[in-house]
């Protein structure tokens, strides 16, 4: 009865939810710029290297402009420019896509190591850092709970739950959105059909940097405050696996971003309760693998996702 | 020639990462020569640094041999860290309990153990695939996060943490007559730590091509990883196949989470600064072979200790390995630029040997 009674007591805190959604946050970004990326046919395992740059570049640029417009949009675009290199790699070289999403992932702890050394060794990332400001709503703010809950969250987190929608919205309902699956699918048909293959493939590696850059800027400008290294410590290979989780779909690749966020917060939550944390901290990853052997069965990649294309005579 | 242009793609992946990572180095306002050179001697300039460099490199090369391994069956095995985390817990509980056994059969029992759970824990995955479809780069990666979670659990407050612990996160020690004998004795080298895990790592090696191209089983494993639909039509249980590749790659990362931890004689929490990680790039660089892993090995292995004395006598952040690992695993994975550049150096027949 006991473990009953403390998990109801947590469950019944706005705190957890709250944490939820701001855990889910970043994963929701990274997430979908995957999703965007692989549904052109370009397989990226590149967005931890992306949240990484964006991180290290908001925190730079932060603190020598105090400006948190231009900080934003530095690891924004740091995060695309990165991507940029991937696509390269993936599009015009023809290399094999795991391979340089993992260069890009060990060049990006590297890159932002190395200058983080250079920068900031003796006394850690400023802390006048500008931050990333919470959207405080007047109305909700004062309803029991419900207030507590997403009354006064971070900008991002809400900008990171509305691009689910839009995502959608670009992929399934746009023009470009429906050349973008196509190309994803069946390259040479589209080819045939004048949509060119590489300019879209090109548009949807560098969204999803610019995607996961935003992430990386929310990490270091509004959760820690600061850069250290390696900080995103695997939240874009967990925003890979709830791509993977959710089918390649925006919606779903949400929904498995939540379920880890939830995770995290309830592992926070349940620190000093006398549950070993260091094994609830493993119940998400657990729950991953039972959902997706259990009930969400095959994850079928789009057809032609890694296979890089060759320009017919 | 065809050995020559085996080689010559990650031979010149590295001397184009040496020229980018220095002008990394020249940007930042430091001076690549000095940062390489350092490098160099800190990773080769004594007999005791080229020991130091086969101890950063023999995990390395066992966790690649697990990646290489389900690869080879066309699984991306992402999860070494985490079997090699079971790997490293499973011989250090084995060899805690059984402490007053003898040195050779303990020591034999040790490295059962850590390949058995490195193998267990990497069928998981196999058998999810197997079963359900369930992808294999999300339960491998998950299942690693719960290695390391449980490894963090046993080792702060369960049942694997000593009485007198003094709120260090570590084991009990490894019984010293269960330690791999140091290969060099100390009368020729001091202090020399290089242990006969080498031998083990070149055994593993050899384990590695013979099953791989000595077996009807590695035979069945590259036709599942080739086309497994061909395979399954040629009469081959793929299902059974894909499990047993993940167990013995698994078993592959059980040993190396045995190795590091036989190097420190004691389980550390967070004892791995990402071997199993480093060792997909290990394992691409090799070009997946035998051979090549254990080169490539060596390589990053150099990279990785040279670091340390670069950081501290050149003052240039020992991050620069990462850089300069990545940038060679880019241009292997860029094939095609290499093959430009040995074109426009006059080298036709080089560059189509080295598609």
Known sequence: MDIVNTFATILARPDLWAGTLRFAAPLTLAALGGVISERSGVVNIAMEGMMLVGAFFAVLVGAATHDIVLATLASVLCGG????????????LRANQIVSGMAINLFALGLTSFLMFRFYATSGTPSDIPALPDVNIPVINSIPFVGAVIGDL???????????????????????????????????????????????????????????GLGGAYLALSVAHSFSDNMTSGAGFIALAAMIFGKWHPVGAFLAC??????????INLQGTGFPDQLVAATPYVLTVVALAGFVGRAVAPAADGVPYEVGE | ????????????????????????????????????????????????????????????????????????????????????????????????????????????????????????WAGIAGWLKAKTGAHEVITTMMLSYVAIDISHWLLEAGPMTPANAFGTPESGPIPPQAAFPVILPSWILPNARLNASLFLTILAGLVFAWILWRTPLGYEIRAVGLNAKAAAYGGINVARRLVIAMVIAGAFAGLAGMVPVWVQMRLYDSFS???????????????????????AGLLYGAMIHGAVAMQANANISGFLVQILQALVLFFVGAEVLIRWFLRRGGFRALAEAAS
């Open chain 1, 258 to 267: 939540l379920l880890f966020g939830f995770g995290q917060s309830l592992g």
């Open chain 1, 154 to 212: 971070n900008s991002i987190v809400w900008v990171s739950i509305l691009a689910v929608p839009v995502t959608w919205w670009f992929l399934f309902r746009t023009r470009i959105g429906l050349r973008i699956r196509a190309v994803g699918e069946h390259p040479r048909a589209a080819d045939t059909l004048g949509v060119s293959v590489f300019r879209m493939r090109y548009l949807c590696v560098i969204l999803s940097g610019l995607f996961s």
């Open chain 1, 81 to 92: 420019l990165i991507a940029t290199f991937h696509g390269v790699a993936s599009i015009h």
């Open chain 2, 1 to 120: 020639m065809r050995m020559l242009a085996a080689g010559i793609t990650p031979v010149l992946a590295v001397v184009l990462a040496i020229i980018v990572g220095g002008i990394v180095v020249l940007a930042s306002g430091s001076n690549p020569i000095t940062a390489y050179e350092s490098m160099l001697v800190g990773a080769v300039g004594s007999p005791f640094d080229i020991s130091e460099t086969f101890i950063s490199s023999i995990p390395l090369i066992l966790a690649a041999y697990a990646v290489s391994f389900a690869f080879r069956s066309g699984l991306f095995n992402i999860g070494a860290e985490g079997q090699l985390y079971m790997g490293a817990i499973a011989a250090t509980w084995v060899a805690t309990t059984l402490s007053d056994w003898p040195g050779l059969p303990l020591i034999i029992v040790c490295i059962v153990a850590a390949m058995a759970a490195g193998g267990a």
């Open chain 2, 273 to 295: 600064p990402g071997y199993g990680y480093e060792a997909i790039a290990v394992a691409l660089v090799g070009k997946n072979s035998a051979v090549g892993i254990f080169l």
